[in-house]
């Protein structure tokens, strides 16, 4: 890996950073550091809370997937592009609190109810009646290395064994205190959040190694989308984790699972925002065919596409934006216009096929997939707009400024004008406001190549009877329509390091410090050699020393770097 | 009025029948003379804040009165508001000044107005909700509570550094919160504690105070999160303890009817049909102490008609106005609308009676938006109102023309006359610490 210097404002941050976190480095100490210069950076560590995917799946593991959660979420928060670095901002309100906590003791009850206690409690307590010391330990010890992610201390377990007890002879029942004492470490910071903790001593440079337990979180969120299992907490136990091999033979075993596609498609979900899709709402007299179910196939059909490509295929990312192949229901058939055959018996849940687009159709790649073309379209239209903001920030990384105030859009108001029926002729004329011109010139021409596609992703050739013009260029490359702009957007430079960046802020929870700059670049580097297969780029970061390093604690928002390095 | 039953007889009675008269129903008599305060203890009905936000603004020329102070008359667009005239207070020609910061429309006004600035990344501000709640809110089961009218789960309320407080967006999802199997009537005849809230909170304290000894090495950004957690967390030890006390009663409070909702969205019929319903359960629950500070969130940008590929947000960009009328037709349906379901919410509050007052006498409601004019997405010449005395602290009735003044100006005037200790309130241009004296009674 390249070195370079350390910048003195990535310096002046860190050590800033070290000294509010209390992490007990000083600043001559971390001067010292930089003098002999030339190493890489590590940004600070980060504490995330669970996302609801994440709570969910704990809650399946640890006690079987007929226990159901019963509750709302707290909303999450999109940050620098993604919800898994919103996780490294967010703490809890008080009404979150509430449903957190609500939430937990509707989880703990069903455990102790008569249909789930003789399965997931290891043991029967000495008399019901009562509190039993032994199997209180025995039950919340296992179930809280499972739910924190690493063996409980033993204050913690005696706390746990305590608060049991209380309640067991204040109820009476040795199964309530199981409840309460459940309950109360279901809504413990320590599972609603995942801290990365450090290991106390710094290395010879200055920077912190996660704890061996912390790294296999970090590890196992990055790979699965979820807390470690059984065998990867024994194995952190047994100090595997420690070296090369042993974390190799991790990363190798978490990515031959067929968990490793839950942990992807997590990522790519949040890549592409496309948990929006379960929210998202039509206007049913403009688009009856639209409902929430075809949202959720809209969702899947995406992911499904994609899986193929980076999983299955192990094939080159950038292929998702020219790839005519993709997984259709019946329902969305109806949408794209392409009838599909479900053959399934009566009842049976709606089947996938398999689907090629013909050579010739401008439907290829996911930008003209439902999931993109009506999530970043208004209720009741399309919005070359927003699409084209959506090509710029979602797949390309890049940032549109907000519009200036006090704008006057009078010109292109008037969607009856005779004169401007289409949306890119309303647009142009929109666009010859310089204030607005800046803007619309790098967002529009990549939004209007998809205006064959409406508001649902319909395909359509004319608006107000006049025949749509779908041409465009990005980056000084013309082309005449989706499958033009899909094509463009594969030899674009910025699609594969979107991908990498976000790959790489999705596991660290935040942007890249400036110090991982280069770490960064020749992840990326090793990505184009390699084919830009994804896969391989998750096992380069997930195998790297580098992503369990941090200079320090959690920092507090203001050290945080604020912009993307290697990006833009 | 017949036999007058003073508070002396009451409290006669009530010690010498024993327990028989905790059965007794509450009536107008437990109230002094003007209905603001419980006549058993002297203590007056405790005041209460709320928010209605309505994103988008109004129509230029529509909205400011000709007239400024008590003789003013209500453009055409606040018409509606006419049998209130003497309950509200319209404040025009305020301003949400950027200070250099670039514009991010429909958002930077929202957090100049509740927040009182922009906050940079390190400082994300808590809204003046959220102070106020922490001064009047801290002895009620919920400390504030947060609703949205078009199904969405925004709110404008927040902790400082914290996400924003989640919104209900379903009324029978708030009705189960407020008067589920949680629920304890002030009025109930018995009271008996809950042997499982009694252990519950026991555990609670014990396990978070073990919790909090052993957490007291943590870096700065994790130190603030756990606070706030903790405070989550004190919070519910509270709910709990006052689930545990017998409630004070509250004469006036009923429970409100479980009613069936339409299903939450963004359409008009909808966000109106359940904006009624969440209306009459606020009020309920205002009554009923349950909460003292509520954050109502319309959720403006959304709406929309059924049939209608624009929503208000996108007609106010691309509608064109109408040459006849002199504005843009769909935009001022929307207006319309949303200010005649504010105007029924206010009437709502008024028609609980309280003694001689109404629930809105003692709330204080602040009514705010995010541009003055969103077609242009104006920051200056902002409205806005406040509703109802706020227990008589609030004078009203009057227009004031506060051009130029920053909006924060009634932000701080409201935390002020709820109890929040604050004399300046606010960031640079944004920062003020001239209360409106001519609204302060």
Redesign the interface.
Same mark, same amino acid.
């Given at each position: 890996m390249k070195r370079r210097m350390m910048g003195d404002a990535a310096l002046v941050a860190m050590a800033a950073g070290l000294l509010?976190?209390?992490?007990g480095v000083d600043v001559a100490r971390a001067a010292a550091v930089s003098k002999d210069a030339a190493v890489h950076i590590p940004g600070?560590?980060v504490?995330r809370r669970l996302s609801p995917s994440q709570y969910e799946a704990t809650i399946r593991d640890v006690f079987g997937p007929t226990v159901t959660l019963g509750g709302?979420f707290? %909303?999450e928060?999109r940050r620098d592009g993604l919800l898994a670095i919103g996780q490294g901002y967010?703490?809890?309100?008080?009404?979150?609190?509430?449903q957190y906590?609500a939430m937990s003791?509707a989880i703990a009850a069903q455990v102790i109810d008569e249909r789930h206690r003789d399965i997931v409690i290891p043991c029967k307590p000495a008399d019901a009646k009562t509190a039993d010391d032994a199997c209180a330990a025995m039950f919340l010890g296992k179930v809280g290395r499972a739910l924190y992610g690493r063996p409980l201390?033993k204050?913690?377990l005696g706390?746990?064994v305590?608060?049991s007890n209380?309640?067991a002879k204040?109820?009476k029942d040795f199964y309530?205190g199981m409840w309460?004492?459940l309950a109360?470490m279901l809504?413990? %910071?320590e599972f609603?959040?995942r801290?990365e903790k450090l290991k106390a001593k710094a290395d010879k440079n200055g920077w912190y190694d996660l704890e061996p337990y912390a790294k296999a979180s970090k590890l196992s969120f990055f790979l699965w989308n979820a807390r470690p299992d059984a065998q990867l907490l024994t194995a952190t136990e047994k100090g595997e984790l420690d070296n090369a091999r042993g974390l190799k033979k991790q990363v190798d075993r978490l990515m031959a699972s067929p968990r490793f596609e839950e942990g992807l498609r997590a990522f790519f979900t949040d890549m592409y925002g496309l948990d929006e899709l379960d929210t998202m709402?039509k206007?049913?007299?403009?688009y009856p065919k639209f409902d929430s179910r075809i949202a959720a196939d809209a969702k899947e059909q995406t992911l499904r596409t994609v899986m193929n490509v980076v999983l299955e295929q192990n094939g080159d990312y950038r292929d998702i934006f020219v790839t005519p192949k993709t997984y259709l229901t019946r329902r969305l058939g109806a949408i794209y216009g392409v009838p599909i055959v479900n053959d399934a018996a009566n009842g049976a849940p709606e089947q996938w096929q398999a689907y090629e687009f013909a050579k010739d159709d401008p439907r290829v790649g996911i930008v003209s997939h439902m999931s993109f073309l009506a999530l970043h379209s208004?209720?009741?239209?399309s919005s070359p707009t927003l699409r084209g903001k959506a090509l710029r920030e979602v797949m390309m990384c890049q940032k549109v400024?907000?519009?200036?105030?006090?704008?006057?859009?009078?010109i292109?108001?008037?969607?009856s004008n005779p004169d401007y029926k289409t949306a890119r002729a309303r647009l142009t004329v929109h666009a010859t406001n310089p204030v607005c011109a800046g803007c619309h010139k790098i967002i529009d021409p990549l939004g209007l190549a998809l205006e064959n596609f409406d508001?649902t992703g319909a395909y359509r050739l004319t608006e107000n009877g006049v025949p749509i013009d779908t041409s465009g260029a990005l980056n000084g490359v013309s082309f005449n329509n989706a499958a033009g702009l899909g094509k463009a957007m594969h030899d674009s430079p910025a699609t594969a390091d979107c991908v990498l960046n976000r790959l790489v802020s999705y596991g660290l929870g935040r942007l890249p410090a400036k110090g991982e700059t280069e770490w960064v670049k020749a992840l990326g580097k090793g990505f184009a050699d390699d084919g830009y297969r994804v896969r391989d780029l998750v096992r380069a970061i997930a195998t790297d020393p580098a992503f369990y390093k941090a200079s320090?604690?959690?920092?507090?928002?203001?050290a945080?770097p604020?912009k993307s390095q290697a990006a833009n | 009025m017949g036999v007058k039953i003073t508070r002396r007889t009451v409290l006669r009675g009530a010690m010498g029948a024993g327990a028989v008269t905790v059965g007794i129903p509450f009536l107008d008599c437990y109230l002094n003379d003007s209905g603001t305060a419980l006549a058993a203890t002297g203590t007056p009905l405790p005041v209460v804040f709320g928010t209605w936000f309505q994103d988008l603004g109004f129509n230029p020329g529509r909205w400011v009165p000709a007239k400024t102070g008590f003789d003013f008359e209500n453009n055409v667009e606040l018409k509606v508001f006419d049998p209130y005239k003497k309950k509200m207070n319209l404040v025009s020609g305020l301003q949400y000044y950027l200070d250099g910061k670039p514009l991010e429309t429909h958002a930077t006004g929202v957090e100049i107005v509740t927040t009182g600035g922009i906050a940079s990344q390190a400082e994300a501000m808590a809204s003046a909700d959220s102070l106020i709640a922490d001064t009047i809110g801290t002895r009620t089961r919920f400390r504030s509570l947060e609703v949205a009218f078009n199904g969405g789960r925004q709110s404008r309320s927040k902790r400082a550094n914290a996400a924003n407080n989640p919104s209900e967006p379903s009324p029978v999802a708030l009705y189960t919160r407020i008067f589920g199997p949680d629920f304890k009537d002030p009025n109930a005849a018995d009271f008996k504690p809950d042997p499982v809230v009694m252990t519950r909170k026991s555990v609670l304290s014990y396990v978070t105070e073990q919790r909090k000894k052993a957490m007291s090495e943590v870096g700065a950004a994790d130190r603030v999160r756990l606070d706030q957690y903790f405070t989550a967390i004190r919070e519910i030890e509270q709910q709990l303890a006052l689930e545990l006390q017998r409630p004070e009663p509250l004469p006036q409070c009923t429970v409100a009817e479980k009613r069936d909702e339409v299903k939450p969205s963004s359409l008009i019929p909808a966000v109106v049909a359940n904006g009624k319903l969440f209306s009459e359960l606020l009020a309920h629950a205002v009554a009923c102490g349950q909460t003292r500070v509520f954050n109502i969130n319309i959720g403006s940008q959304g709406l929309r008609t059924e049939g209608s590929a624009q929503t208000w947000h996108g007609f106010t960009h691309e509608e064109a106005i109408d040459e006849k009328l002199g504005y843009q037709k769909e935009v001022t349906f929307f207006i319309t609308t949303a200010t005649k379901m504010c105007a029924d919410f206010v009437g709502v509050l008024d028609a609980y009676q309280e003694g001689a007052g109404t629930l809105l006498d003692r709330c204080g409601l602040m009514w705010m938006t995010d541009h003055g004019y969103a077609r242009t997405h104006t920051m200056d010449n902002i409205p806005v109102m406040t509703f109802g005395s706020a227990g008589g602290r609030l004078r009203t009735g009057q227009h004031i023309s506060a051009v130029g003044d920053p909006a924060t100006r009634v932000g701080l005037t409201m935390q002020q006359i709820m109890g929040v200790p604050v004399s300046t309130w606010g960031v640079q241009s944004n920062q003020t610490s001239k209360t409106m004296s001519e609204i302060v009674a």
């Open positions: 509010m976190s209390g992490a600070a560590a504490t709302r707290e %909303p928060v967010v703490s809890v309100t008080s009404t979150g609190m509430q906590e003791r201390t204050d913690e706390t746990q305590v608060a209380m309640a204040e109820l309530q309460l004492s109360s809504a413990s %910071p609603l959040f801290e709402t206007d049913a007299v403009i208004p209720p009741g239209r400024p907000a519009p200036p105030a006090a704008v006057e859009f009078k292109v108001q008037d969607t508001g320090g604690p959690s920092v507090p928002a203001e945080k604020e | -």
